[in-house]
């Protein structure tokens, strides 16, 4: 079992900057992939970005350039810096991790943190 707690999600100015936090917890050995997802009123959740064990990151194209995925290994916690924020990155924010284990893949969200850019 893995345990997804966000933080930092708000309202801010268009332009403006947020980091989001997912302070994870649980069986950390069997995760295999970390993410932050969004989802904006009437639309699908979205990937927004992807951290893999060895660090290696991969974004969407509507963020790319302004937002920033890291991991501080000792917090067992994961980033999500989002700078030059646009109205349309208005949505709640999931972080997200998959496990393996011998009994197959899981995956596990956050409970979403609310991000809100006016114009």
């Known amino acids: 079992q893995v345990q997804l707690v966000e933080s930092g999600g708000g309202l801010v100015e268009a332009g403006g900057s947020l980091r989001l936090s997912c302070e994870v917890s649980?069986?950390?050995?069997?995760?295999?992939?970390r993410a932050w997802y969004r989802q904006a009123p009437g639309k699908q959740r979205e990937l927004v970005a992807t951290i893999t064990n060895g660090g290696s990151t991969n974004y969407a194209d509507s963020v790319k350039g302004r937002f920033s995925i890291s991991r501080d290994y000792t917090k067992n916690t994961v980033y999500l810096q989002m700078d030059s924020l646009k109205p349309e990155d208005t949505a709640v924010y999931y972080c997200?991790?998959?496990?393996?284990?011998?009994?197959?893949?899981?995956?596990?969200w956050g409970q979403g943190t609310q991000v809100t850019v006016s114009s």
């Open positions: 649980g069986n950390l050995f069997s995760i295999n992939a």
């Open positions: 997200y991790a998959r496990t393996v284990t011998v009994n197959g893949e899981k995956e596990y």
